[in-house]
């Protein structure tokens, strides 16, 4: 397959030396499966250089941006930058999802897994950009597309915080009672199966949210009620 990378590189502002850098960032697991003629290897190599350059780059930047902050603040903003749902949303941002190589199969998943595979794809591009380029073109894009856009607004709506914790201080002052959490529905083969977990005010249903565990969905619950509430 041939990849018409020069759009990416254009929102990126980026000309890579090394395109197969960029094509390995791109390249999915699952592709290989079903083009083992395909010349590069996979992205988690890049995604797991990519992981690590990317919390170096936006812990400096968050230790220079608010000098009188404690470690904990600072570790709660970089966990609600750095998780899979933002990633996956600075990946969409930048049209990332058109470039990804993936087989049939996942090309299809249009769920949770599409946004960690997103997520990966954007971390195994940072690992390239580094590569290829450096820290300082990797700080950049990070500013660009992931401080600038979404810093503010993750502070602002209190996404940093546990979304469990934040929804029930809210919900206790406001009106006086707890939010508890029900399983709604599950389903799914026993080692990949999908909760949806409903939030109650008293008996009224608020906000439902799914996962891979009981936890999981209980916190997409929180948050999807704290956006309803806010």
Partial sequence: MILDLAKLEQKLGINFRNKDLLKEALTHRSYLNENPSWKLPHNERLEFLGDAVLELVVTEILFNKFPNYPEGQLTSFRAALVNYQIMAEVAKDLGLEEFILLSRGEAKDTGRARKVILANAMEAVI??????????????????????????????AGLYKDPKSYLQEIIQEKLKITPSYKVLEEWGPDHKKIFKTGVFFGDKLIAEGEGYSKQESEIEAAKNALKIIQ
């Fill in 127 to 156: 690992g390239a950009i580094y590569l290829d380029s450096g820290i300082k073109e990797v700080e950049r894009i990070i500013k660009k597309f992931l401080i600038n856009p979404y810093l503010k607004q993750i502070i602002e």
